[in-house]
């Protein structure tokens, strides 16, 4: 068993606090890598990296915001560099799927000369249930730029499974693991599987490009508006419209559905109003 502690960066994000959940349930020592931990971690001070990575055996790496933001390969080089002086032994990245910001985050830990895991994960469900989609959903209607583009929308849950295997188990090292669900859905069918999950109407409500980018200028102002919507621009464009095999590959199991994800999320109370 790992016996140096995990750092886990983002633990408290969607990713990062069911990997901590799982690595504690299962016995192995955790140091959360967030700004309000005993040994803070924070992106935007640079001296917080060295003392966070310091007697860490491995670390999981999730950016925040996106991977897409300016400056974010700049820190995931220095970040890496960081490890090393460290002596951390074993590094995993999420990265998002058909973005090439993130591609060049993905390169720059293949070449950092420490063990990698890479897990390049689809669009999470989550974001229906924990993240900026779940007040529009309850009010009704989701609203997207992707038209009827497919998507393997992929449950966090797996994520954080296959992020944990490549943390603490043996032959993961030097893998790229393309998580998605087991199923294309476009927005209107997953609209469709969240409303009989609630239990009320939801609509999936296609927008354009400038419409979604002014709907953004009012949650995040200008830089988040301008990265969300060049996100959306590049993979909402049919690229990720493939399964991958990342799950079965790293799990030996099927990845979850979205109609499966949508009745435990509902029956975990998700979706109600005073959440």
Known sequence: MQTLPILVIG???KTGRRIVKSLRARGFPVRDGARGAPIPFDWDRPETWGPALHGVGAAYISYFPDLAFPGAAEKIDGLTQAARRAGVKRLVLLSGRGEAHAERCEEIVRQCGLDFTLVRAAWF??????????APALAGA???PAGDVREPIVDVDDIADVAVAALTEEGHCGCLYDVTGPELLTFAEAAAHLSEAMGREVRYVPITLDQFHASMLKIGGAVVA???TEICREVLDGRNATLGDGVERALG?????FAAFCRTAAASGAWREAA
């Open 11 to 13: 633990a408290t994000g």
């Open 253 to 257: 199991r099927k990845p979850r559905g």
């Open 142 to 144: 989701v609203a997207l």
């Open 226 to 228: 301008d990265v969300f």
């Open 125 to 134: 469900a989550q974001n229906f249930s924990e993240g900026y989609l779940r």
